[in-house]
């Protein structure tokens, strides 16, 4: 396949947004709030997304343009006004950026300590690239790869991306990664994630994975990449230059005897819609790689179990394996895309019982908080109270994992930190500061805050 205009790489960001044909069909009014929007919130789609999955009659509800075209409903109305009123005075850069980083800092920019925690020293020098969170299982974060092909309006990386959170590199990145997980021997996971670490280009790739397939690293049986790369630009598996390089790459994994597992974030079914994505999946499959999938409930874009079923389906007709489904975080325009746990919970189950079992791999709704890996099992009526049945997917103590645990039901909660024990309990079971010293109540922080982070403004 040769490389036409269209398989080559082109993004957009706010500099040259005004470069989308499609755009000229909006209201003047509306191209000045997605300007203002995308002045605080990190904006950057491309060609593919732009041209194959947005369906530009349907704008602005269509799912894949909420999902990568920022929308006025992201930020509050006044502050929404005051950029705007910014750009229609051609306010100077400065003073924008000064009025966008005030809003910036109320949008609970680093949600759950996301960077900060659990990040692994070598002989006492700390590995800022690294996350450590699971005994078996290291995040990795090239430097490389601190970018995606297009961003998600919902993203909840968002703060890196603005620059707000300055995710610091070792100099000897490669080396330091190398050698931490040569001392780990308890880590059999290796977690590729970013940014999009499949914006990176082959050989740089290589140079992590390579080593991790020889001598010393017996370990490490499981390679995975989280990645939204075939979604927003498949072409990278088929016609980018470095393709079958890739593709030589994820065999040689397989050669090794290793697990290479392919984490892909789909959000709506029509990311496999197109010819190029499933080519895409079709040559990464034929490597050995195992493709499973994961995205958020999001408001907007894909809350409609009929939506979530739909793209079950797809993708194991396509060999991608349904894994989780996880609950949006709450961090930055999340009034804008966030859901009620109850409502989400609906979602997944209705989409679950419609599908053959063949896709009820997926476990969700799944809440990556700070103790762990909550999963909502359902609600249920314990002697005339009624709850939601909760339990730990992982936990930052093992012991947690699989034990169901209640909370008050509470049809607005939309995170953890909103629930609360049901049955008159003083607290969760994994909360173990004395009630005393940590007064519970939202307003006050509560006793599960206390050994968590402060996650809401
Ligand atoms: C989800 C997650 C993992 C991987 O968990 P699995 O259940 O094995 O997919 C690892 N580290 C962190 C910090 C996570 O949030």
Partial sequence: MGTTPEARYTPYTLGNMDAIPQLSRLSERRRLAMRAVAHVLPFRTNRYVVDELIDWDNVPDDPMFQLTFPQPGMLEPSD???????LREGAARADIRGVADRIRLKLNPHPAGQLEQNVPDLDGEPLPGLQHKYRETLLFFPGRGQTCHAYCTYCFRWAQFVGMEGLKFSQRETETFHEYLRRHTEVSDVLFTGGDPMVMRAWHLRAYIEPLLGEGFEHIRHIR????????????????PDADEMMRLFEDVAKAGKHLAFMAHFTHPRELETPIVQRAIERIRATGAVIRSQAPVVRH?????????????RQVALGVIPYYMFVERDTGPKSYFELPL????AIYRDAFRQVSGLARTVRGPSMSATPGKVL??????VHGEKVFVLTFLRGRDRDWVGRPFFARYDERATWLDDLQPAFGERRFFFEQVPEDEAPR?????????????????
């Fill in 376 to 381: 909502v099992l359902g609600t249920q009526k």
């Fill in 342 to 345: 109850a409502r989400t919970h």
């Fill in 80 to 86: 929404l006004a005051h950029v705007m009123t910014l």
């Fill in 301 to 313: 874009v894909n809350d409609s179990a009929d939506t979530w079923a739909d793209m079950w389906r």
């Fill in 441 to 457: 109540g939202r307003s006050s922080g509560s006793g599960l805050r206390a050994v968590s982070e402060p996650q809401r403004a």
């Fill in 225 to 240: 990449i989280g990645t939204k790369s075939l979604g927003f630009h498949p072409y990278k598996f088929v016609t980018d």
